[in-house]
């Protein structure tokens, strides 16, 4: 049996009073961080200005969807890619460790501007969004993801256009058929290339938003009836086979309804890639505990697993000299050096990418793949850091980073992370008061009532 019309139907069948309480709760906690990531990025991102300038050009800010922390409106397209940009812009969105992805950044714009375009409940909206988290975690998994990193794809972007597109479908109450229609026009769309490592390029929040914005588009023609391939996932020339050399399809149906792929989503505590967070959460213990002077580093060694030195970990000199946002948030040495000589690691820190002493600290960290550690993948992201200062050696291991599933953050440290990235645009009380409407989305008679607390008072140009 083909796994794209269970899954699609799965999708449509998606009741939100018929969830675990525990997944609902998740799930609002998901979109808070979120939406704390896209107002702060429609100002802080050094990729926003040429983003909102290409939206415009391409005439994408003219209709009436909302986008978090900007006073202008877009059509539901626009609002889908400029959102699901700014989402993924910090680096600082929820992982999804086994897909090796970023879920929200793609679906959560797309449940949230197909909601605005039907005026659907605040409630539809949610569930619309666990259907797209599911399908689009669960089509990761399936592949597996590390075969498809290794082909240079990127699964936020591949995988997310599926689980925007199932978001979208639900959201505007498409039958199985339906949503299975939106999935094989999403497969024509799936696109996302590793190769913005190489020179720290912005392709790798656009492709992403990219993808929410083309879930969007597929779900859109499927409802107009608009006819989309079949098998998109499973079938000889579908996603599975021609993206991955060894896919388990089966993987993307098992335990269907009873295990919940969004509740192994984590949030990020610090604006980089997850595979420093181990590190980062490390250094920090070790410099609280010991108070290290930077003059007395001889030596940081971090081991981390195969995947992780992929993407924080290699090439050494690449790693060791980083130039800009994007380099950093890659940057093993340099995320786990801002961690110790500032004691934090928040998304002020990459001020500090030419800090004098992190310079001089560089080369003095060494990233290697350690057994101990690759023995915790891909159950957990883990990472041990070894300090050598004043002749003496101090080792830290994490095993579960803060803000993994079995160590996730509770609702006054994620309202913490969102008040830290939200007060500098809305102000405190309009920061809190979006958080508040946020919490409370699986009550919204309609979720376009969001934008009246989304926008701020005043904003410069």
């Not at 380099?327 to 786990?336: A, H, T």
């Amino acid at each position: 049996m083909s796994i794209t019309p269970t899954l699609a139907a799965y999708a449509a069948s998606m009741k939100l009073d018929a969830l675990p309480p525990e997944v609902v709760t998740r799930a609002r906690f998901l979109v808070l961080d979120l939406v704390g990531n896209i107002v702060r990025a429609r100002h802080d991102a050094e990729s926003t200005p040429a983003l909102l300038s290409a939206a415009k050009a391409l005439g994408l800010d003219q209709g009436n969807c909302f986008v978090f922390g900007d006073t202008k409106r877009y059509s539901p397209t626009g609002a889908a890619l400029v959102n699901g940009v700014l989402a993924h812009s910090l680096d600082f969105d929820d992982t999804h460790a086994a897909g090796t992805l970023h879920p929200g950044a793609p679906v959560i714009p797309a449940a949230i501007a197909a909601g605005e375009m039907c005026g659907a409940s605040g409630a539809d909206v949610l569930a619309g969004i666990i259907a797209g988290y599911e399908v689009m975690c669960r089509t990761a998994v399936a592949l597996p993801a590390g075969d498809h990193y290794q082909r240079g794809y990127h699964p936020s972007a591949t995988c997310g256009v599926f689980g925007a597109a199932a978001a979208a479908a639900r959201v505007f109450g498409l039958d199985a058929a339906g949503v299975e229609s939106a999935l094989g026009i999403a497969l024509s769309q799936s696109a996302g290339s590793l190769q913005f490592l190489v020179n720290g390029a912005w392709t790798k929040r656009f492709q992403v938003g990219w993808a929410g914005m083309a879930g969007l588009a597929a779900a859109t023609l499927a409802r107009e009836g608009f006819k989309g391939a079949s098998e998109a996932l499973d079938g000889r020339h579908g996603f599975l086979s021609t993206y991955a050399p060894n896919p388990n399809p089966a993987r993307a149906v098992q335990n269907l309804g009873t295990v919940y792929e969004l509740m192994a989503t984590a949030v990020k505590p610090y604006p980089s890639c997850r595979y420093g967070h181990a590190g980062i959460d490390a250094m920090l213990a070790l410099q609280d505990e010991h108070k290290f002077n930077p003059a007395q580093i001889e030596k940081i060694t971090y081991g981390t697993s195969h995947a992780g030195m992929l993407l924080v970990g290699a090439p050494a000199a690449k790693k060791a000299d980083p130039q800009n946002v994007v380099d950093g948030q890659f940057s093993g040495p340099f995320v786990l050096l801002a961690a110790l000589t500032t004691g934090k690691m928040n998304w002020d820190s990459y001020g500090a990418l030419q800090d004098p002493t992190i310079r001089s600290l560089l080369p003095k960290v060494i990233c290697e793949q350690d057994p101990e550690i690759e023995a915790e993948f891909p159950t957990n992201m883990s990472g041990k850091v070894t300090v050598l200062a004043g002749g003496k050696t101090f080792t830290k291991k994490v095993v579960v980073p803060k803000g993994e599933p079995s160590n996730f953050l509770t609702e006054n440290e994620l309202r913490a992370k969102f008040a830290g990235l939200t007060e500098a645009v809305l102000g405190s009380a309009g920061s809190a008061a979006l958080a508040d409407a946020v919490l409370r989305i699986d009550v919204t008679n309609n979720v376009s009532s969001l934008a009246r607390v989304a926008q701020p008072a005043r904003m410069a140009a």
